[in-house]
Structures are given as C-alpha cells and as structure tokens.
C-alpha cells in the first residue's frame, strides 16, 4: 500500500470538489480544474476529506500518483504556482510586449512566445520572469518551453535558468603552444 496515496487531502474553505465516476473537478477563488483518472482507482469525498483507494495493490504506484495530483489541484485553485526563471548573459534581457514574451538573448532577431491560456507571465526585471498559473503541469511545461530557448551554457553561463538552478561550469581551453 502506498504510503502517500493513504493519506487523506484536507478541503480548504472555499473550494468545491466534485467527483463524477472517476472524473474529479476542483473549483476554488483561482478557477477551476478537471481531471480524469484510472478506472481502478476510487475517490471519495467524505466531508471535508478526500480519500483516495485502489482496488488492486499491484496498482500501489498510481496510489500515490493520483493522491498527489489532486492535491495539487487543490493547492493550485487556492493558492496557484509559480516558476522564476533568470536571463543570463551581456545584452540578455526579457520583456513584455502586450500578451506576449520578448525574449532578447544572443540571436540575430528577438524570440517571441505568446502567453496560452490559464497562464500568466510576468517580467518584472529585464533578467527575471515569473510564470504563474493554478495547473502545475502546465507552469512546469511553459517555465521548460521559455528556458528551451536559451539553454544556459556551461563556460560562461549565458542562458536562460530557473532560479537557484546550479549551472556545472566547465574549464576553458587551456594556454597556447608549447
């Protein structure tokens, strides 16, 4: 039996759960969330309480999984997620042009990546960028697709990274001829 899936996920105030076959919707002060799940996995909503079962223990590993992504979907309508990601490098900047991110970072034109729905990126420096949203997989997506962009480089470190990333910095060529 997993040991996470076992535990019960605490409804805060505010937020409605709904669970119709094995179809969950979440609904909170940030919006609303749907998801479906296994057949063999059972979902119950006991007052303030959501628990989670399995009919079968060689299914112990989506115990935990599906325990968990309901309880980011509640974590993400009440409080939401986020990911910071940092621009790196001399004349590398970042800016917000209406609904869109403008990404300056060594080529011959600026990259531009449209804002999807659900999602919300903010720049609120030239070197940082905030991607916000209530679905976590989808901030996780967004935040990889930004950082794809520019892979931080291993001599220098140029490149676009998620915040407190630790880049392992290589050694440049050494001396001339002997």
Request: glycine residues 12%; charged residues 25%; positive net charge.
């Amino acid at each position: 039996m997993s040991r996470i899936g076992k535990n019960p996920i605490t409804i805060p105030a505010g937020v409605e759960v709904k669970v119709e076959g094995h179809t969950v919707t979440v609904k909170g002060p940030k919006g609303t969330l749907t998801q479906e799940f296994l057949p063999y996995v059972n979902i119950a909503v006991e007052g303030t309480e959501i628990n989670v079962t399995i009919d079968n223990e060689a299914h112990g590993n989506i115990h935990g999984l599906t325990r968990t992504l309901i309880n980011n979907m509640v974590i993400g309508v009440t409080n939401g997620f986020e990911k910071t990601l940092e621009v790196n490098g001399v004349g590398y900047r970042a800016q917000k042009q209406g609904n869109k991110l403008v990404l300056t970072v060594g080529f011959s034109h600026p990259v531009e990546i449209a804002e999807i729905e659900g999602i919300t990126i903010d720049v609120p420096n030239p070197n940082t960028i905030v991607v916000k949203g209530i679905d976590k997989q989808l901030v996780g997506q967004v935040a990889a697709n930004i950082r794809e962009k520019k892979l931080p480089e291993p001599y220098k470190g140029k490149g676009i990274k998620y915040a407190g990333e630790r880049i392992i910095r290589k050694e440049g060529k050494a001396g001339g001829k002997k």
